[in-house]
């Protein structure tokens, strides 16, 4: 070996000195700080993958920790003397340089003759130019390369450095694209493939040439056999086993699009897009897939619900030219529908067949001039499916599918799908699909072919009832015109648990969770109170329900409230003013009170930024997050301790240091088990509570009045799910916001709908009648098999029976007698005496009990 190596180290020397000056040669050294772009991979916080962000998907995998096998398949396949030359294999330069003067002589490409280090030379240090100078440049800079750095750091850089096909770069990225496992626990077999695939990843797809994949498989099974790497029977073995490669699809196992986008955002602020898209972040987040996929639920049925209340707005389009067609010119319109139209006018059916895809929305690609393609006999599918298979999607939306309707009558509708295959809508899952006609729902659907006709292209999804006939019953959908979001906190630490922003991520990417800023209506009317609990007042004051007119200052017109629905109640207790939502009184007890003290819950409480004073505020009038108004309310469950909701568990850089625990970072002096400077497996810290932010008796009283309005006040249907919930609706004016956020003693959620420009959401839409299904449908899942807990009493509350509606103290029981939390030396008097002449004592009307 020698021998040959001082032959090819004078040749190199005399290549040298004939390239001269020009060889403008890279510092291998620089090698040493070898930092590839690599993946940050997202996680939830049960450790399934979210999502990845990268340039190059590449996950650094250290050689130490790869198999040999694996190591010696990539050796065999690409550089069989690896372990034994100095950067350059003599036999093989010779071969590439005899192989190379006779492609010159045809013109042909050069041959590479490329040895793992000059591939490494070549990756990393240059550019993949063909010319007799970069070659030149290669080998000299494989010999400094063998000199600078070991056989394995040399195979370290090259494993995570080589492109393997279906955008995986490197050994860690394409064991979990093509087999979805760690390299650790590849079989020979499926790692001999992976060493197959350097020299031309797409000529070996397996998806695509599985017999060309196999064979180049079982090419590296011998090489190896022949190294003496493995047995002729081990090789045997291997071959017989198929080649079993995942499908080509995302690996992440968790779907929160909305949640993801918001972390990727936060991340990119934080730390910049090189480090996303490049720095290798591992990032454990909030999320928890289980309520996830119930939020998802819950918020996309109750959307489905509202809208289809408000009846059916017809197809996608109709494609009913294009069905129409006689057989024969069908082949002829599907290649028509793939090609620009002529220059000149379009035939009477190509006419009927264009407006009809204009009408569905299909864009066509623009292509230059070209002879018209006639479609292959072999293509044998319907001319549907082939339209359907071309469609433009108009969105992605998960379960659904898009059909077309081949056939229509009174009983049901046939549709086929994009797979080809037919379903059947039948006419009692139709009932809902009234027309809207000059913006009223129209005559009730009497048959199948009141809704649908033939060509229709409409939205399906299984159906959960069987067919009258042997084929899939389906039902009829419709893409929400309404929109909303749901969001779940822990309360004792602000982590977000889930996160829905809308309808379907693939519809529209705004995050209503978080970016939309909407007016909370009566959900903001518990600060209000909780602010007059901390100012003396208790959940038995009496305040009036009257009519109303306050003086806004000199040329701005006196405000005059009024209660949803209109009339007034005249005099009723403070509790009974959240539970009924009685506007007016709210109204009355902030002026009475003030703005300030009500300005100043809010912004701790994160409602608001800078609340104005103005009395109208104190209904709502303003505008916050979903978000922001579910972390206030979960700060009420918590006690009143103040929290900062947190998508982002924990940031490692990619040597494992740790940027972010617990949502802060390790720099924080209050959180100590932050500074651990690795994750070694224990478990995340957790923030501790921030301040108390109100009085601890006027906070559990709130809770006990927002339990109220859930058990005989505007959201009382929740009473029958028998779980400790509390929670306040709100519907803004002219109906168009409607929300209901509520908690239970570990769970905060909030509801939002609303149209994204807002509008009414018509007569009769509340918080309690839209809002409210969500949230019951959510709760009930989310604390399903779980102890929901208890809400924690506070030192020093003193409870007293009283009736719920006079606010008096009260004896036995009865269906207005309830237990109300006081503070001591507050509890209400007897009810006030009446004197024969029907006139009430003054005295009685005295006390905490009175007339406020």
């Known amino acids: 070996m020698s021998a040959s190596f001082s032959v090819a180290a004078v040749l190199l020397q005399l290549l040298t000195a004939t390239a001269g000056p020009e060889l403008h040669l890279p510092d291998a050294g620089q090698l040493a700080a070898y930092r590839p772009l690599q993946t940050t991979r997202i996680y939830a916080a049960d450790g399934s993958l979210l999502r990845e962000y990268y340039v190059e998907n590449r996950v650094v995998v250290p050689i130490a920790s790869l198999p040999p096998y694996l190591v010696q398949a990539f050796i065999s396949a690409e550089d069989q003397n690896f372990r034994h030359h100095l950067g350059v ?23 590479g003759g490329s040895t793992i280090t000059q591939q490494v030379a070549k990756n990393l240090l240059l550019t993949n130019e063909v010319s007799a100078l970069r070659k030149i440049r290669e080998l000299i800079l494989a010999f400094e390369i063998e000199g600078d750095f070991s056989k394995d750091q040399i195979l370290e850089m090259y494993l995570n450095e080589i492109y393997l096909g279906r955008g995986a770069y490197g050994i860690g990225a394409a064991s979990a694209r093509y087999f979805g496992k760690p390299p650790a626990e590849l079989s020979l077999s499926e790692a001999a493939f992976l060493a197959a695939l350097p020299k031309a990843p797409n000529n070996y797809n397996p998806i695509t040439r599985p017999e060309a994949a196999r064979t180049r498989r ?38 929160a699009p909305y949640f993801a986008e918001e972390v990727r955002r936060s991340l990119r602020k934080s730390y910049g897009n090189d480090q996303l898209y490049g720095g290798g972040l591992t990032v454990r987040t909030t999320l928890d897939p289980r309520l996830q996929r119930m939020a998802d639920q819950a918020l996309r049925a109750g959307l489905e619900r509202f809208d289809r209340n408000r009846g059916w707005r017809g197809p996608i389009a109709n494609i009913s030219a294009m069905l129409d067609l006689p057989a024969a010119a069908q082949e002829v319109a599907q290649a028509e529908a793939a090609q620009p139209p002529a220059a000149e006018p379009a035939p009477p059916q190509q006419g009927r067949l264009l407006g009809a895809l204009s009408a569905m929305g299909v864009h066509l690609p623009e292509h230059e001039a070209k002879p018209a393609v006639v479609a292959t006999p072999k293509d044998t599918r319907p001319v549907w499916q082939r339209f359907l298979n071309g469609i433009d999607r108009p969105a992605d939306i998960d379960g659904w599918n898009l059909a077309v309707v081949l056939e229509v009558d009174r009983q049901a509708a046939t549709v086929g799908l994009e797979d080809g295959s037919q379903g059947r809508i039948d006419r009692g899952d139709l009932g809902w699909a009234r027309r809207v006609e000059n913006g009223r729902l129209g005559r009730q659907v009497n048959g199948a072919d009141d809704v649908l006709a033939k060509g229709d292209v409409i939205w399906v999804r299984p159906s959960e009832k069987t067919s009258a006939v042997a084929v899939a019953a389906y039902s009829l959908r419709q893409v929400p015109e309404v929109s909303g979001a749901l969001v779940a906190v822990d309360p004792f630490t602000g982590k977000v648990l889930a996160m829905s922003g809308g309808f379907d991520f693939s519809l529209s990417e705004f995050n209503r969770a978080t970016q939309a800023k909407r007016q909370p209506g009566s959900a903001f009317k518990p600060f209000v109170y909780l602010s007059a609990l901390e100012h003396g007042y208790t959940p038995s004051s009496l305040l009036y329900d009257t009519p109303l007119s306050v003086d806004q200052g000199e040329g701005v017109a006196r405000y005059r409230p009024r209660n949803y629905g209109g009339g007034y109640i005249g005099v009723a207790t403070l509790r009974s003013g959240v539970e009924r939502s009685r506007n007016v009184m709210t109204v009355r007890l902030l002026v009475e009170m003030g703005l300030q003290p009500v300005k100043e819950t809010a912004e701790a409480f994160g409602v608001y930024k800078d609340m104005p004073l ?32 947190y998508l982002i568990e924990r940031v490692q850089d990619r040597d494992g240091r740790s940027l972010v625990q617990g949502g802060v970072t390790p720099a924080r002096a209050d959180c100590v088990p932050c500074a651990a400077p690795a994750w070694t497996g224990q478990a995340a810290p957790v923030r501790p509570l921030g301040q108390q932010l109100d009085d601890p008796i006027a906070n559990y009283q709130m809770i006990s009045i927002l339990q109220g309005v859930t058990q005989r006040g505007t959201a009382a249907r929740l009473a029958g799910l028998g779980l400790p919930l509390a929670g306040k609706t709100g519907t803004t004016n002219d109906s168009n916001d409607a929300w209901f956020v509520g908690f239970s003693p570990r769970l905060a ?104």
């Not at 079982?218 to 190294?227: H, I, P, S, T």
């Not at 979960?634 to 009143?640: D, L, P, Q, Y």
């Open 89 to 111: 294999d003599p036999a093989g330069l010779a071969r590439a340089m005899v192989a190379n003067i006779r492609n010159l002589r045809k013109g042909r490409r050069l041959e």
């Open 218 to 255: 079982d090419y590296v099974l011998d090489r190896m056999a022949q190294d003496g790497a493995i047995t002729a029977a081990q090789a045997a073995d291997a071959k017989a086993q198929p080649l079993a490669v995942r499908a080509q699809a995302p690996l992440e196992t968790v779907h």
């Open 614 to 645: 103005y009395p109208s505020m104190g209904l709502g009038a303003g505008e916050t997050t979903p978000l922001k108004l579910t972390t206030a309310y979960a700060t009420i469950a918590n006690g009143g301790y103040h929290i900062s909701p």
């Open 749 to 852: 959620v909030g509801i939002f709908v609303g149209y994204d420009k807002p509008r009414t959401l018509g007569a009769g839409a509340t918080g309690g009648s839209i809002a409210v299904p969500i949230f019951s449908d959510f709760i009930k899942d989310a604390l399903a098999g779980s102890d929901p807990g208890n809400f924690a009493v506070p030192p020093g509350v003193s409870f007293a029976y009283v009736d719920r509606r006079s606010g008096y103290a009260a004896e036995g029981s009865g269906p207005d007698v309830i237990m109300e939390a006081f503070r001591p030396g507050t509890e209400p008097g007897p009810p006030p005496v009446v004197d024969t002449y029907g006139e009430t004592s003054q005295d009685a009307l005295t006390g905490t009990g009175g007339l406020y």
